[in-house]
């Protein structure tokens, strides 16, 4: 394999050709979004996609530029643009949270010795996806090119990322290309020629929001009278709280009290591949206007939970949480959250509510339905490696019951 490193663009880190049945492609990588061709990049992207544009990509690399690396691929065929694809590289701090209490199995006290172990090595990873939403974010390609050709690109240009850094002496530890649907996992299983093995994870929680829901009550019909009378009782719970989406210059404001809160949900999660920085939330805002919002609950005049999301076409994307588990006792806010999101995909007239990969059997309450979104993971570490997919499912898999509101 050729590496090519270009003296004229030293935002293009490198460069490479192989062939794809017999046909040259090529492909530039980036490591900064501001030095990406813009109308290139923009063209490539299939469908309008927010986590793929590059305000997006700017907003995420100003909020982590500080301990996070990136790198965007654009990928070309007889010089056209044909797909395109990003990736992070970090060390992932303290991702497993160990078992607490003083009267633990020895199942957990098991798992607490080998969660210290993999804390301890501060593993560096290279994401292909986004390691802080759940979803097929990472890349596209050309809709006129075979999913198997798309795959090898893909597969080409993680190898190309991986022996950069392993030559710049940061080995990269773990691979890891993220969230595939179950119409695209087979082709995706073309990732096996470079190591990569399929693994299981929780799946992700999706509501339908069908058309005839015009507003929230449609949604409150559609219930059976046992959860139609449950989610009135938790809603009155929080009728004492204000509810306001927050403009950028008010996340600013409010910023100290909002990470607070994200930290103490956060800090309770099992696993988490990445934190972020304080700015987090504002920066979104700055770059994504309307696109990216955050809902505050006040008491009183004083913040006590918000929730943020993002607005796309088809999908309203919920992002991250934050609250007092005082509060929430309280004041029901976590579920109080989902029916207002119910509410808000629906007044957006988007078709799905997205509600990520936690709470699985709270958010079933609501109407999601869990969707498997595997993933595929490579690690140097041989043992880690064989053992990947029993690991990710002993360590981060969880026991749930369906429920189903609807009639």
Request: glycine share 4%; net charge neutral; with cysteine.
């Amino acid at each position: 394999m050729s590496v090519t490193i270009s003296p004229k663009e030293q935002s293009c880190v490198l460069s490479n050709t192989f062939k794809a049945n017999d046909t040259p492609v090529s492909f530039k990588i980036y490591t900064k979004a501001d030095h990406i061709p813009a109308l290139q990049w923009e063209k490539q992207i299939n469908a309008p996609s927010v986590f793929l544009a590059i305000p997006y990509l700017q907003a995420i690399e100003e909020s982590l530029g500080t301990f996070v690396q990136f790198r965007y691929v654009i990928f070309y065929r007889n010089d056209a643009v044909v797909g395109v694809a990003y990736f992070q590289i970090f060390r992932v701090i303290d991702g497993l949270k160990l078992e607490e209490g003083e009267q633990l199995s020895w199942t957990e006290k098991l798992k607490n010795q080998i969660k210290k172990r993999i804390n301890q090595k501060q593993l560096r990873v290279l994401v292909s996806g986004n390691p802080l939403l759940t979803g097929e974010h990472g890349f596209s390609f050309s809709s006129s090119l075979s999913e198997k050709w798309c795959y090898d690109a893909l597969a080409k240009a993680i190898e190309n990322i991986k022996n950069e850094f392993d030559h710049n002496a940061q080995s990269i530890d773990i691979i890891l290309v993220k969230d595939f649907h179950p119409d695209n996992i087979e082709n995706a299983r073309e990732l096996a020629q470079i190591g990569l093995k399929e693994v299981e994870a929780d799946p992700s929680m999706f509501l339908r929001l069908p058309a005839e829901w015009q507003n929230f009550d449609d949604y409150l019909q559609a219930l059976t009278s046992k959860y139609r009378v449950r989610a009135k009782k938790i809603i009155k719970k929080a009728d004492m709280l204000t509810r306001k989406n927050l403009s950028a210059e008010e996340i600013i404001a409010h910023q100290e009290k909002i990470y607070a809160l994200y930290k103490n949900v956060c800090d309770r999660a099992g696993f988490k591949l990445l934190s972020i920085s304080p700015n987090y939330f504002f920066t979104l805002k700055k770059h994504l206007h309307n696109d990216f919002q955050l809902k505050a609950y006040f008491y009183q005049g004083e913040l006590v939970a918000f929730i943020s999301y993002f607005i796309e076409k088809k999908v309203t994307e919920t992002h991250f949480i934050g609250f007092d588990e005082k509060d929430n006792n309280t004041w029901a806010i976590y579920q109080n959250i989902l029916y207002d999101m119910v509410a808000e995909g629906i007044a957006q007239q988007t078709n799905t509510l997205a509600l990520g990969r936690t709470a699985l059997e709270v958010k079933s309450t609501i109407g999601a339905t869990g969707v498997p979104m595997n993933n595929f993971i490579w690690s140097k570490n041989l043992v880690l490696h064989a053992a990947s997919q029993k690991l990710f499912q002993w360590l981060n898999q969880h026991e749930w019951t369906p429920r189903n509101p609807f009639k």
